[in-house]
């Protein structure tokens, strides 16, 4: 199963601070990641990386693994931000492996990554998908559960719920359609995280600066990393330097 994380702070770091240089990076979770639940052993079928710009996210991905891109491995370490969201993914069995269907994906100032698959994929989702625009469907992503659940939160947002409603709504009907899925979803909009877990893991950080990073598993061994229970959804907002992150964390 994919992994992924996500980072907001007051101050920018480079990529490669969260991405490739911490001692259990998403660069080695790429290859030797620590808690696959549900198989898959390595995140080899693509990655990405948006980043806020000065004026909008950027976003850098890849069909091949992290590790083969000694350009990415370069710029990670050029480049600053204070948000970023990456994954790096194992193609669920039967899904097309290419750079559209990496995440994250982008779309009206925000990003959005999975982690995990759904079950009975795609029939169990014919009824929720036909909730959708016509031309949402003909623009998705990817063909991957990944995409359309990205669609499905992107017209609850659009329906004017906020990001946690969304995402919390699109939760409760997939599982109530497809029982069984994994849902670890993860949105960035460059102010806040909004990620859930569901039947994978999920940790967090955060620092003496006001930020915070969550991640499907803890980037190193020493620094308080918070494992967030199954079946909660995580909301984190940056802080200042005399002004904790705010993070809640609630029962789906
Ligand atoms: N099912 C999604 C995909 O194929 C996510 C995969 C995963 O989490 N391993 O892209």
């Known amino acids: ?40 052993t390595v995140n080899a079928d693509g990655f990405g990386v948006g980043w806020l710009g000065p004026a909008d996210w950027h ?22 931000t204070t948000a970023l969201v990456a994954a790096v993914r194992s193609a669920t069995v039967g ?10 994906f982008r779309a009206d100032g925000r990003l959005f990554s999975h ?29 991957t559960d990944s995409a359309l659940l990205w669609a499905l939160v992107r017209a609850r947002l659009a329906a004017g719920k906020d990001v946690a409603d969304a995402v919390a709504g699109v939760v409760a009907e997939t599982l109530a359609a497809a029982p069984g899925s994994r849902l670890n979803l993860l949105v960035g909009d460059g102010e806040q995280i909004v990620a859930t877990a569901v039947d994978h893991a999920l940790s967090y950080r955060t620092y ?14 020493h620094h308080g990393w918070v494992p967030v229970p199954d079946g909660s959804l ?3 907002r940056p802080g200042g330097v005399h002004d904790p992150p705010a993070v809640t964390v609630s029962a789906l």
């Open 59 to 80: 976003l850098y991905r890849r069909d091949d693994p992290m590790w083969t891109d000694a350009s990415f491995l370069d710029l990670a370490r050029g480049v600053g």
């Open 1 to 40: 199963m994919c992994r992924h994380l996500a980072h907001v702070g007051p101050t920018p770091v480079t990529l490669a601070s969260l991405v490739t240089e911490p001692e259990h990076s998403l660069l080695v979770q790429s290859y030797a990641p620590a808690d696959m639940r549900g198989g898959g």
């Open 208 to 221: 003496p600066d006001g930020a915070v990073t969550v991640a499907s598993e803890p980037l190193d061994l």
């Open 95 to 104: 899904m097309p492996v290419s750079t559209a269907a990496c995440a994250p």
């Open 234 to 236: 995580l909301v984190a």
């Open 115 to 143: 982690n995990g698959v759904v079950r009975g994929w795609p029939h169990s989702m014919a009824d929720l998908a036909a909730t959708l625009p016509a031309l949402d469907l003909l623009t998705l992503d990817a063909a």
